[in-house]
């Protein structure tokens, strides 16, 4: 396992924009990385997905064409752009390591977490 670290959330008002990171200091250029993210009293939900190399990515229908995942992996960071933000994306936002290759949505095949970040989108 690797120690992520998010950072980047906040309060914004909807329509408003976000950029949130997760670091390693260790590299991750290898594994492929997702975005998931947990409301009150809701289960973890995927966000997004990117591949090793940053090639390709995949997003939950309820977060496409508003949030872009990238990575920089000199650096050993993977980012998560979020833009025209609503009330509804109000979440703790993770990132993690997938232990194998291919898309993935599920949380299961992810065995490294971040603490997580706060984002807060008020109406």
């Known amino acids: 396992q690797v120690r992520l670290v998010e950072s980047g959330g906040g309060l914004v008002q909807a329509g408003g924009s976000l950029s949130l990171s997760c670091a390693s200091r260790?590299?991750?250029?290898?594994?492929?990385m997702g975005w998931f993210r947990q409301a009150p009293g809701k289960e973890r939900e995927f966000v997004g997905w990117i591949s090793a190399n940053g090639d390709y990515t995949y997003y939950a229908d309820s977060v496409k064409g508003r949030f872009t995942v990238s990575r920089d992996n000199a650096k050993n960071t993977v980012y998560l752009q979020m833009n025209n933000l609503k009330p509804e994306d109000t979440a703790v936002y993770y990132c993690?390591?997938?232990?194998?290759?291919?898309?993935?949505?599920?949380?299961?095949?992810?065995?490294?977490w971040g603490q997580g970040t706060q984002v807060t989108v008020s109406s």
């Open positions: 993690a390591r997938q232990y194998y290759s291919g898309p993935s949505n599920n949380p299961r095949n992810f065995d490294s």
């Open positions: 260790r590299t991750i250029g290898t594994y492929d």
